[in-house]
């Protein structure tokens, strides 16, 4: 295997030993804990008082609006990074593309801005 | 590097993910007993963990050995194989991301020219764990937290993947590896005693970087996620024993990474200050720097962890509106034009 895929590969040993430690210290924690599970305990702990109507409320709809925004930025912001390591190599060439697209991003988020969708009500 | 003996790639993995797990824990257990125990004592005129060990210092495995008794609950209406998944992957997350810090010229665990970009990436797996925790627990405060805690990430993802880019375009590359090495071998106007630790031209970034890792890691001035007098404790409301405690490691470990990171990026990373010899390529850096070099980040991750943890017991908590405003209305445009400005003046020096 080339080095440019063992590099990756490492990652790969990174997520396993964060897996295996949990694993080991909850088995660890398996055998010497206690384990007494009562109708009462496993109820949802809403500070003492019994949990009205179902766990999955419905909640606001706006968390919903920002993660569409971020996922427009994101998106844009992906395309910035090949650029930024090439810029010597561009030069003012480069320069004026991405003051184009920068400026296009920021007139995303000032539409959004006008439109009221960054305002929490 | 050229070692006595050769390590096949087996023992050299074993090596690599012990280390991992040393550079994991080691800031973690620093950052809760130094700061969290004992600055946070002192800074409200008490004195903290006294009983275990001297100064308390064996507080941290008198607490793991407690936690390792409690009982495991699991909710009767939670969706159990999520909810018991969640921790892992906040952990997860964590160790992939200090697998790309550099530690010294050989020191690094793995490196590739895509560092920087990788890093980012893996920074948002730790959202899915918290966006699992919330919503696997069945119960309207987790469902809440959890929620609150992916819009607020998300939204501080943003400003902190733009204010990084300034670094990227004075380096040219994402190899942290080489950003550290730029960061050092060049000069301000001909004086190379401090090097170019970034923080000199990219100040602006640093700062909106600071904030979005505050952000990230849910520390108080933005800990709308886990705000306790309103929502109990957010996403984690409904952990006990050792899994919960693998979102508090994971937490503080994540916070030891990220000013890890930090001065990987603005602060000139395993370079010591006024000496660097004249090393140009990572081939001619003395081997001592190895040994040096892990020590170096670990002092400038104290620094940085430090101001974290001060940041974090001095401020009230923010309102969600207020948090939502100030990532998409201030943060977002600043770095956007921090960018552009980075751009121009490279293009024109």
Same mark, same amino acid.
């Given at each position: 295997?080339?080095?440019?895929?063992?590099?990756?590969?490492?990652? /790969?040993?990174?997520?396993?030993?964060?897996?295996?430690?949990?694993?080991?210290?909850?088995?660890?924690? @398996?055998?010497?804990?206690?384990?007494?599970?009562?109708?009462?305990?496993?109820?949802?702990?809403?500070?003492?008082?019994?949990?009205?109507?179902?766990?999955?409320?419905?909640?606001? /709809?706006?968390?919903?609006?920002?993660? *569409?925004?971020?996922?427009?930025?994101?998106?844009?912001?992906?395309?910035?990074?090949?650029?930024?390591?090439?810029?010597?190599?561009?030069?003012?060439?480069?320069?004026?593309?991405?003051?184009?697209?920068?400026?296009? $991003?920021?007139?995303? *988020?000032?539409?959004?801005?006008?439109?009221?969708?960054?305002?929490?009500? | 590097?050229?070692?006595?003996?050769?390590?096949?790639? %087996?023992?050299?993995?074993?090596?690599?993910?012990?280390?991992?797990?040393? @550079? /994991?824990? *080691?800031?973690?257990?620093?950052?809760?007993?130094?700061?969290?125990?004992?600055?946070?004592?002192?800074?409200?005129?008490?004195?903290?963990?006294?009983?275990?060990?001297?100064?308390?210092?064996?507080?941290?495995?008198?607490?793991?050995?407690?936690?390792?008794?409690?009982?495991?609950?699991?909710?009767?209406?939670?969706?159990?194989?999520?909810?018991?998944?969640?921790?892992?992957?906040?952990?997860?997350?964590?160790?992939?991301?200090?697998?790309?810090?550099?530690?010294?010229?050989?020191?690094?665990?793995?490196?590739?020219? =895509?560092?920087?970009?990788?890093?980012?990436?893996?920074?948002?797996?730790?959202?899915?764990? #918290?966006?699992?925790?919330?919503?696997?627990?069945?119960?309207?405060?987790? $469902?809440?937290?959890?929620?609150? =805690?992916?819009?607020?990430?998300?939204?501080?993802?943003?400003?902190?993947?733009?204010?990084?880019?300034?670094?990227? #375009?004075? @380096?040219?590359?994402?190899?942290?590896?080489?950003?550290?090495?730029?960061?050092?071998?060049?000069?301000?106007?001909? %004086?190379?005693?401090?090097?170019?630790?970034?923080?000199?031209?990219?100040?602006?970034?640093?700062?909106?970087?600071?904030?979005?890792?505050?952000?990230? *890691?849910?520390?108080?001035?933005?800990?709308?996620?886990?705000?306790?007098?309103?929502?109990?404790?957010?996403?984690?409301?409904?952990?006990?024993?050792?899994?919960?405690?693998?979102?508090?490691?994971?937490?503080?470990?994540?916070?030891?990474?990220?000013?890890?990171?930090?001065?990987?990026?603005?602060?000139?990373?395993?370079? #010591?200050?006024?000496?660097?010899?004249?090393?140009?390529?990572?081939?001619? #850096?003395?081997?001592?720097?190895?040994?040096?070099?892990?020590?170096?980040?670990?002092?400038?991750?104290?620094?940085? @962890?430090?101001?974290?943890? %001060?940041?974090?017991?001095?401020?009230? +908590?923010?309102?969600?509106?207020?948090?939502? +405003?100030?990532?998409?209305?201030?943060?977002?445009?600043?770095?956007?034009?921090?960018?552009?400005?980075?751009?121009?003046?490279?293009? =024109?020096?």
């Amino acid at each position: 295997m080339s080095d440019f895929l063992r590099d990756y590969l490492n990652v /790969v040993w990174f997520a396993a030993i964060a897996l295996v430690l949990a694993s080991l210290l909850l088995g660890i924690s @398996a055998i010497i804990r206690p384990n007494k599970p009562s109708a009462e305990k496993n109820i949802a702990y809403e500070s003492g008082v019994n949990p009205v109507g179902d766990g999955w409320s419905q909640s606001q /709809v706006r968390y919903y609006i920002f993660a *569409l925004l971020f996922v427009v930025f994101d998106v844009e912001a992906v395309f910035i990074f090949p650029w930024a390591t090439r810029l010597e190599t561009y030069g003012t060439f480069g320069l004026v593309e991405m003051g184009i697209f920068v400026f296009v $991003l920021l007139l995303g *988020l000032v539409y959004a801005w006008r439109k009221g969708v960054l305002r929490w009500v | 590097m050229n070692l006595a003996v050769t390590i096949p790639y %087996w023992g050299q993995s074993l090596l690599r993910v012990l280390g991992g797990t040393v @550079a /994991v824990l *080691l800031p973690a257990g620093t950052i809760v007993y130094l700061f969290l125990f004992k600055m946070m004592s002192f800074m409200q005129s008490r004195l903290g963990p006294m009983e275990a060990g001297p100064y308390g210092s064996m507080q941290l495995f008198a607490e793991v050995g407690k936690w390792l008794q409690k009982e495991d609950i699991t909710p009767a209406r939670a969706d159990k194989r999520v909810f018991r998944a969640a921790p892992l992957v906040v952990l997860v997350s964590t160790f992939l991301l200090v697998a790309v810090v550099p530690f010294g010229p050989d020191a690094y665990f793995t490196q590739f020219d =895509a560092g920087l970009f990788y890093m980012l990436a893996v920074s948002s797996i730790s959202t899915l764990g #918290i966006l699992m925790a919330g919503w696997s627990s069945a119960n309207k405060y987790s $469902l809440l937290g959890g929620l609150r =805690a992916a819009g607020q990430l998300i939204a501080y993802e943003l400003p902190m993947v733009l204010s990084v880019l300034g670094v990227v #375009i004075q @380096a040219g590359s994402m190899n942290l590896q080489t950003i550290v090495i730029k960061q050092n071998s060049d000069s301000i106007f001909g %004086w190379n005693g401090l090097g170019y630790p970034y923080i000199a031209t990219q100040f602006v970034g640093f700062l909106v970087f600071m904030v979005s890792v505050q952000a990230e *890691l849910t520390q108080t001035p933005f800990d709308m996620p886990i705000a306790e007098s309103e929502l109990v404790s957010g996403y984690m409301t409904e952990y006990s024993g050792f899994r919960f405690l693998i979102f508090f490691i994971a937490e503080f470990a994540t916070a030891g990474v990220f000013a890890l990171i930090a001065s990987v990026l603005f602060l000139g990373g395993w370079g #010591i200050p006024f000496s660097w010899f004249g090393w140009h390529s990572v081939d001619s #850096i003395d081997n001592w720097m190895n040994v040096a070099g892990p020590l170096v980040m670990v002092t400038k991750m104290m620094v940085l @962890a430090g101001i974290i943890m %001060w940041v974090r017991f001095s401020y009230p +908590r923010f309102r969600e509106d207020q948090l939502q +405003r100030f990532a998409w209305k201030v943060l977002i445009p600043v770095s956007l034009i921090n960018i552009m400005l980075t751009a121009i003046f490279k293009v =024109a020096f």
